[in-house]
DNA sequence: ATTCGCCTTGGGCGAATGACCAATATGTAG
DNA sequence: CTACATATTGGTCATTCGCCCAAGGCGAAT
């Protein structure tokens, strides 16, 4: 039984993250109470507020973290891509995992409404923003794009325009999507 | 004072949806309280349930009504556009009165996330953004555009990501956003 | 064995919530 | 004038909320 308390502490709080990043797009972000928060991760209530100042800065931590996860987890991808019809194929296929509805998604639309009301939260998720487009810059870039810097803002925010509006349409997939963004970029090598 | 009963009581009832559409960007769609909406309405509490079955269905009537509105103003001009440039100038043009911190982008943007929690919100939503696709289909068809269907939808997400990440980034205006977009699009008559 | 520091418990506070309702006002119809 | 329908009032109900706190638990250090 080496288990400090102080890591049993960092075990609670991990598990209250993890239970916001559950909590969030399940019931929506304003209705994720300290209560709830608690019994999902199989804690006390008191202990919310005992590990995070507010709930508010517990909300924000989780949700960023885990869209960090997910933009991190594309970028690296994107950097080995041989043309630039690959680098798209690549990330529209994993965008296909977001159906508009499915829990990351959810978090995502909820994050972004989210910061328009707190400014805290707004700033870090411009961070975040930023630190995709400068994934999609370099790789576009890469393959003799001159404008990068235009389209990478662009192609970002219509990544996240396909996601918000797939949770209405579904049908609006990765073939339908591809040709139409393509066109978005520089020649490159081959048309599809 | 030839004002009726039934009249009175209509201006109540648009009196509260117009005070649903300001208070629903101010304050987010969840925290629009019975309370809150009666006083900015300068009615008593207990009007809003006799003249709705409930506070959820008044908040879906606003932000629709005030949602079709805007998609309604800006079909006109697309229909009557000379050129593609003109017609992607127009619609970025009115896109650029939305920041994405403005009343109306805070309505579209809270009106998309509870349409996640709302079958029927969803629902209605979605025939919106068929209307929107719809006159973006016939505006490109016009213009010799062969694969309208996939642009119209794909336009139409881009320009809401493009108002979804203006709240975080100010400086994506339409001349920003124009060149990339305009590459979405067939050739036209004439590059900008 | 005692003290120390961190973690945990469960309850309680005041405030706000959506929905509801009996009572009242006000205009129309018989 | 009497009945009636609709609109309005102001308050009550049970419930939930974020935050707080006194008290107890427990391993580590002395």
């Given at each position: 039984?080496?288990?400090?308390?102080?890591?049993?502490?960092?075990?609670?709080?991990?598990?209250?993250?993890?239970?916001?990043?559950?909590?969030?797009?399940?019931?929506?972000?304003?209705?994720?109470?300290?209560?709830?928060?608690?019994?999902?991760?199989?804690?006390?209530?008191?202990?919310?507020?005992?590990?995070?100042?507010?709930?508010?800065?517990?909300?924000?931590?989780?949700?960023?973290?885990?869209?960090?996860?997910?933009?991190?987890?594309t970028?690296?991808g994107l950097?080995t891509a041989e043309t630039v019809d690959a680098g798209l194929d690549l990330m529209l296929a994993s965008l296909d995992?977001?159906?508009?509805?499915?829990?990351?998604?959810?978090?995502?639309?909820?994050?972004?409404?989210?910061?328009?009301?707190?400014?805290?939260?707004?700033?870090?998720?411009?961070?975040?923003?930023?630190?995709?487009?400068?994934?999609?810059?370099?790789w576009?870039?890469?393959h003799?794009?001159?404008?990068?810097?235009?389209?990478?803002?662009?192609?970002?925010?219509?990544?996240?325009?396909?996601?918000?509006?797939?949770?209405?349409?579904?049908?609006?997939t990765s073939p339908?999507v591809f040709p139409?963004l393509r066109?978005?970029l520089?020649?490159g090598t081959a048309n599809r």
């Amino acid at each position: 039984m080496a288990v400090t308390a102080a890591e049993r502490g960092r075990d609670v709080r991990r598990r209250l993250l993890t239970a916001a990043a559950e909590l969030i797009p399940e019931v929506g972000w304003n209705s994720v109470s300290t209560r709830l928060l608690a019994q999902r991760a199989g804690v006390a209530p008191g202990l919310v507020h005992y590990h995070f100042p507010s709930l508010a800065v517990l909300l924000r931590e989780a949700a960023v973290g885990v869209m960090r996860e997910v933009v991190l987890a594309t970028a690296p991808g994107l950097a080995t891509a041989e043309t630039v019809d690959a680098g798209l194929d690549l990330m529209l296929a994993s965008l296909d995992a977001y159906t508009g509805t499915d829990p990351t998604s959810l978090l995502f639309i909820e994050t972004y409404l989210a910061a328009t009301r707190d400014e805290n939260l707004r700033t870090e998720l411009a961070g975040l923003v930023e630190e995709f487009r400068d994934a999609l810059r370099s790789w576009l870039a890469e393959h003799g794009q001159d404008d990068h810097h235009q389209v990478a803002a662009v192609l970002a925010a219509a990544i996240d325009g396909v996601m918000l509006h797939r949770a209405l349409h579904p049908e609006l997939t990765s073939p339908a999507v591809f040709p139409v963004l393509r066109r978005m970029l520089a020649p490159g090598t081959a048309n599809r």
